[in-house]
């Protein structure tokens, strides 16, 4: 199947700060990627819809000027955290749409720790 | 909205008993039903998906799941599980295989 990588895989952070989180595509070309967010003890939540070459879609109640994503190619996606707070603090996970397949791969996901 | 419910949280079992995970959706439309698992330390893989026809659906890994557009259930089963199917498991509902809507999860362990 296809595989989809994310870096880092933790991260660490203090109050204030912004971090990047990279989800690559490593033997297809995904046009579209997902960004998950995952609470403790909860679901998935879709937070936005990455589309190459053009803006993110977010999801109702997800604030885009917070949670920066850019799909600058076709294997390349980042989210950036803005401003991160420990609220912030989750397991942030991308997918990507693989047409052939009919379905999403996703990615091995990224803990973010904000102190 | 859609969204998705799965009543069993935790669940322990032998190896070699027979498996059934709950999930109900509520959508008004078209839907398309997804079971995911994800091993201790792994990225989710789909074990099965709905789209149309048969509403029993075979999976990877000797999983099935049956949809039940009347009772909007997507329950997963397996008749006989092993010690390597200890896992999360998430149902979910989606626009195609764009936009899941995940459930909560339901966490089996299964004790040699």
């Known amino acids: 199947g296809a595989v989809v990588s994310q870096h880092p895989s933790w991260v660490i952070c203090k109050s204030g700060t912004s971090v990047k989180i990279e989800c690559r595509s490593l033997?297809?070309?995904?046009?579209?990627m997902f960004w998950y967010r995952q609470f403790p003890k909860q679901s998935l939540m879709l937070m936005a819809t990455?589309?190459?070459?053009?803006?993110?879609?977010?999801e109702q109640g997800v604030e885009k000027d917070k949670f920066l994503i850019n799909h600058a190619s076709l294997t390349l996606s980042t989210l950036t955290v803005t401003s991160a707070h420990p609220e912030d603090s989750s397991f942030y996970i991308c997918?990507?749409?693989?047409?052939?397949?009919?379905?999403?791969?996703f990615g091995p996901g990224t803990r973010l720790t904000v102190l | 909205a859609q969204s998705v419910s799965q009543h069993n949280h935790h669940v322990i079992l032998s190896e070699a008993a027979s498996l059934e995970l709950g999930c109900n959706y509520s959508?008004?439309?078209?839907?398309?039903l997804f079971w995911y698992v994800q091993y201790p330390g792994q990225h989710l893989q789909l074990l099965l998906k709905?789209?149309?026809?048969?509403?029993l659906v075979k999976g990877i890994k000797g999983f099935e799941a049956e949809f039940i557009k009347s009772k909007f259930s997507f329950n997963l089963r397996k008749p006989s599980v092993q010690w390597s199917d200890t896992a999360e498991y998430f149902c979910?509902?989606?626009?195609?295989?764009?936009?899941?809507?995940f459930g909560t999860g339901t966490r089996l362990l299964v004790s040699p």
């Open positions: 997918s990507a749409i693989v047409s052939d397949y009919n379905e999403q791969f």
């Open positions: 033997d297809f070309q995904a046009t579209t």
């Open positions: 990455s589309n190459e070459g053009s803006k993110a879609t977010y």
């Open positions: 959508y008004g439309g078209t839907v398309n």
């Open positions: 709905y789209f149309s026809g048969d509403p």
């Open positions: 979910a509902v989606g626009e195609g295989f764009q936009k899941l809507v």
